[in-house]
């Protein structure tokens, strides 16, 4: 009787370790996102006389050979808040129609058959020629610092910006927005050529700007708010 209990325990304890007899499943493979597409046509602040427009792209390699699809994106604004298309393609081109005298930005991404998906590739603006326009309105400014969210840990901070106009003869000049609200409404500079503007600060505020740029014929384009933190 003492064998038999015995017997019946060693083969519980074989049978328990043995899991069944079935092998350990293979890991389940990486699967690599594609390259970042680069932009090529339209280039950075060009104006195209024909507002049906032929996007190209450079073609993406995908790390593991899968096929590559992308998905392009035409807005009205640099942040894409504002979004006029968002088309996909097959190959590394798409022709798209759009409205005239209009200022455009645009930006593709690379996303493989297993939904591994690149970044987005850089943006690059352009405008479409307008029926009888003789001056196009600058382009969106776009922020080079503070970063946006940043936490700054001085009194001081500098704002700088940049900023472009497809009439390359236009002068441009900025008025900059500064304050604890949103959107600001003091205007802390007023009509200056420089892209930087030095303003002091308190500790723990979210602070808030914006930038508004104006050529020398009339035109202005209204940035988007931007804000940092501060220590």
Request: negative net charge; charged residues 15%.
């Amino acid at each position: 009787m003492k064998y038999l209990i015995f017997t019946l325990i060693i083969s519980g304890i074989l049978i328990s370790c043995g899991g069944g007899g079935g092998d350990t499943p293979e890991p389940t493979p990486t699967n690599n996102a594609p390259e970042t597409p680069t932009l090529t046509y339209p280039t950075n602040n060009l104006l195209c006389i024909n507002n049906s427009v032929a996007f190209t792209w450079g073609a993406s390699t995908d790390p593991d050979g899968d096929s590559v699809s992308y998905q392009i994106q035409v807005a009205k604004d640099n942040l894409f808040t504002q979004i006029a298309h968002t088309l996909t393609s097959s190959t590394a081109s798409k022709t798209i129609a759009l409205d005239k005298g209009v200022a455009y930005y645009w930006r593709v991404k690379a996303t493989d058959s297993k939904n591994a998906s690149s970044n987005y590739s850089s943006t690059f603006q352009f405008y479409t020629e307008g029926t009888g326009v003789t001056n196009h309105l600058p382009f969106s400014p776009t922020l080079v610092k503070p970063a946006l969210n940043a936490t700054i840990q001085t009194n001081t901070v500098v704002l700088e910006w940049a900023a472009s106009d497809v009439d390359t003869n236009d002068s441009l000049t900025y008025d900059v927005f500064f304050g604890t609200v949103n959107p600001p409404t003091t205007k802390q500079g007023d009509n200056i050529s420089a892209k930087t503007l030095t303003v002091n600060v308190n500790a723990s505020i979210n602070y808030y700007w914006k930038v508004v740029v104006k050529d020398n014929k009339g035109g202005q384009t209204i940035g988007q708010v931007w804000n940092f933190v501060t220590d």
